[in-house]
């Protein structure tokens, strides 16, 4: 049984930053891609940032590229998303996500086996 923990999230002022955390159990986090997502009312669920399984290599997507930082740490089965220079739009719960094996960068919900709960993140103006 795979299990994955969201903590950070809360309420924030634009131009601030939070750490979100996610903490896997249940299998080997170093072998498996994990990812971060977001979803606001109304919206799919947007993909974020990835990092491989084998040498940490990561993928932003262009809408955080820059503001976002996605990192891991194997030893505390624990992957972060350091968010920076945050907008009232980014506002949305934030889901981590571990991914099926695929030959390449997994940046949709369906290459996705499991899922955490998710982390509300309010940000205001």
């Known amino acids: 049984q795979v299990q994955l923990v969201e903590s950070g999230g809360g309420l924030v002022q634009a131009g601030g930053s939070l750490r979100l955390s996610c903490t896997t159990s249940?299998?080997?986090?170093?072998?498996?891609?994990m990812g971060w997502f977001r979803q606001s009312p109304g919206k799919e669920r947007e993909f974020l940032a990835v990092?491989?399984?084998?040498?940490?290599?990561?993928y932003h997507a262009d809408s955080v590229k820059g503001r976002f930082t996605i990192s891991r740490d194997a030893a505390k089965n624990t992957m972060y998303l350091q968010m920076n220079s945050l907008k009232p739009e980014d506002t949305a719960v934030y889901y981590c996500?571990?991914?099926?094996?695929?030959?390449?960068?997994?940046?949709?919900?369906?290459?996705?086996?499991?899922w955490g709960q998710g982390t509300q993140v309010t940000v205001s103006s």
């Open positions: 249940g299998r080997a986090f170093i072998k498996y891609t």
């Open positions: 996500a571990q991914a099926r094996m695929t030959p390449h960068w997994p940046t949709t919900k369906e290459e996705y086996a499991y």
């Open positions: 990092i491989g399984w084998d040498f940490g290599n990561t």
